[in-house]
Nanobody, 116 residues
């Protein structure tokens, strides 16, 4: 059983920064797993924020515009998302995702609220 647990969300002022972390538990190795972060704002569809392959290729949503950085540490089974220059449009629940072409796993989500 694979579980993903997010942490690091909270309330931040516009222009501020947050570091989201996702801990993967279970017997699976991350060697063939694409790790990603998605978000869902109220009334909107879930959208890709960032993803990183085992080979460290990265892909970001168009709205990121250089503000966020995704990283992974496979031995620790963690994936982080550093978010800078946050604005109110970044307010959403952020979900960690792990997929290997056969299975798709999701965390429970962590709330990020950007407000003054």
């Amino acid at each position: 059983q694979v579980q993903l647990v997010e942490s690091g969300g909270g309330l931040v002022q516009p222009g501020g920064s947050l570091l989201l972390s996702c801990q993967v538990s279970g017997s699976t190795s991350l060697g063939r797993v694409v790790m990603g972060w998605y978000r869902q704002a109220p009334g909107k569809q879930r959208e890709l924020v960032a993803e990183i392959t085992p080979g460290r290729a990265v892909n970001y949503g168009d709205f990121v515009r250089g503000r966020f950085t995704i990283s992974r540490a496979d031995l620790k089974k963690t994936v982080n998302l550093r978010m800078n220059s946050l604005n109110s449009e970044d307010t959403a629940v952020y979900y960690c995702n792990a997929r290997n072409g056969v299975s798709d796993y999701w965390g429970q989500g962590t709330q990020v609220t950007v407000a003054s």
